[in-house]
């Protein structure tokens, strides 16, 4: 028992600053080549191409820089993300409303994607949703940070979408040439159990019970045994925040009383 | 018409299968989703590969699978490009089939599967009221404002949507995964009921009841209203089990 928890705040913010640090080097070289495309260098590649203008890259080639950047943390030991990719906007990728680079790591026996052991492309083209996912920009992980023009961490949430698991979505809005519009979000799935490996240890080393919530009270990890991850806390003695992130470490958390 | 809301009954279509006999379950599972409107005339399957994968079967399962619905009539089988498998409209073809397959269950499994649906159902819309914060209950209601239960093919993709983001708010995986597992078991006989107009308006209001009792945290009226709900989709099923089984029409309105 040798932890604050100030100190086991800061344990969380470290594992959060690690992630976002991660989508922001995804960011600049994703935003490096949309800036190319806008820049006319396409042009040559697609000379007489239907639909070819300016400010549009090819899918292959925006798809090919996003797996190069993102499998390797797929496919590492113990990987910390589950998913990771980059979502277009209907306007930076050329022929394509929507435009999903996005990659799932290994998933275990899975009732709807059934089990792989590596990463595999969300193919949404394949999937009967995707006519409902026409509206995305309306779901949290992208509309957060089209309003905010900051990064955000959607959930902990039940993902029935892409990988069936409870897991936290961090996304960061990547904008065009000029800085001024958002074209899309780099982004990372976690799951809440391979955060609970990561920071448990040091969640338990404080000697009263503590609690890590979202901003709506809902635990992501807990070591009061009364007060269950998925649920609303109530309130604690104090709520340490997690700098960086929308997390805070609520200690000595009471139930939500239902 | 828009009917394209909620992801959850066309995506349980293709979740994975297990056990034996399983070109026999591919062709069931793409059978009650076509038979019963969750997947379009004319939309095209997902590919071999993808539906192999999905159902997590090996591909020359899928394609003994696909044989069956072809000898069917279901799908067809384009080549090309532009090629792979299409759903067919046939609407006579389709009421045959379920007759067929409302036939083969006796009452008893029938029941039970009720029975089976209900408790989980059940259980998600508890934890949905003990566990939704306000954010999640206003996105449930507005979403089932908006939901179409016009007709009984959107109605049915609507209300497996509403079923499956009622689960989402149990913040439970396990239980999330085993109503996208039963409604593609169950979920199309079980909405067999919606070609009743009636049926349609009676579940949007219990729907209502379930988002009402989730926004206040009133988890055991949760409970109760997604309850009535099974048992009255139940017995409109058995009640159609009853009518075939006389040698009657599929849909025939009944007398309560």
């Known amino acids: 028992m040798s932890r604050t928890p100030t100190e086991v705040a800061d344990a969380v913010s470290e594992v959060f600053r690690g992630v976002f640090d991660q989508l922001a080097a995804w960011r600049t070289p994703i935003e490096q080549l949309l800036a190319a495309s806008a820049g006319g260098v396409g042009a040559a590649a697609g000379g007489t191409g239907a639909g070819a203008s300016s400010g549009e890259v090819r899918p292959v080639t925006l798809d090919t820089t996003v797996a190069d950047l993102v499998l390797p943390r797929l496919e590492e030991d113990d990987p910390m993300l589950v998913g990771a990719g980059f979502i277009a906007d209907g306007e930076v990728v050329r022929g394509k409303g929507v435009h999903f680079a996005w990659w799932l790591g290994p998933l275990d026996d899975n009732p709807v994607l059934g089990s792989t052991d590596g990463p595999t492309r969300l193919d949404l083209s394949t999937r009967g949703y995707t006519e409902y996912l026409r509206d995305f920009r309306a779901l949290e992980w992208y509309r957060i940070p089209a309003t905010t023009r900051h990064a955000h961490v959607t959930g902990p949430y039940v993902d029935h979408l892409c990988t069936c698991d409870y897991i936290l979505t961090l996304t960061m809005p990547v904008h065009d040439a000029d800085g001024e519009r958002m074209v899309g979000v780099v982004g990372a799935d976690v799951a809440v159990r391979t955060l609970e490996r990561a920071l448990l240890a040091a969640f338990l080393d404080v000697e009263e019970p503590l609690a890590l919530v979202n901003e709506h009270g809902r635990v992501v990890l807990s070591t009061e045994p009364a007060l269950q991850v998925g649920q609303l806390a109530g309130p604690g003695s104090r709520t340490v925040p997690c700098a960086g992130t929308p997390f805070a470490v609520r200690v000595q958390p009471a139930g939500s009383g239902s | ?256």
């Open chain 2, 1 to 256: 018409m828009e009917t394209r809301v909620g992801p959850g009954a066309r995506e349980a279509v293709f979740a994975q299968l297990a056990d034996a006999g399983r070109a026999e379950q591919v062709a069931q599972r793409l059978t009650d989703g076509i038979v019963l409107g969750v997947l379009d005339p004319g939309e095209r399957l997902p590919s071999e590969p993808e539906l192999a994968r999905r159902f997590g079967v090996a591909l020359i399962t899928v394609r003994e699978g696909l044989g069956i619905l072809r000898d069917a009539g279901l799908v067809e089988t384009r080549r090309g490009r532009e090629g792979g498998s299409f759903v067919v409209h046939d609407d006579a073809e389709h009421r045959a089939i379920i007759t067929a397959r409302l036939r083969g269950l006796a009452q008893v499994e029938l029941s039970d599967m009720a029975v089976y649906f209900g408790a989980i159902l059940a259980g998600a819309a508890e934890r949905a009221a003990e566990r939704a914060s306000d954010e999640d209950a206003a996105n449930l209601a507005g979403w089932l404002r908006n939901a179409d239960f016009s007709t009984a093919a959107a109605a049915r993709t609507n209300q497996g949507g509403f079923l499956l983001e009622l689960a989402v708010l149990s913040q439970s995986a396990r239980l999330v995964r085993e109503q996208i597992r039963l409604q593609a078991e169950f979920g199309p006989l079980l909405l067999l009921g919606f070609a009743d107009e009636v049926a349609r308006a009676e579940a949007a209001d219990l729907d209502q009841r379930i988002v009402r009792a989730v926004a206040r945290h009133r988890a055991s009226r949760a409970r109760e209203a997604a309850g009535e709900l099974v048992v009255m989709l139940a017995r409109r099923l058995l009640a159609a089990k009853a009518r075939v089984e006389r040698g009657g029409a599929l849909d025939e309105p009944h007398a309560d």
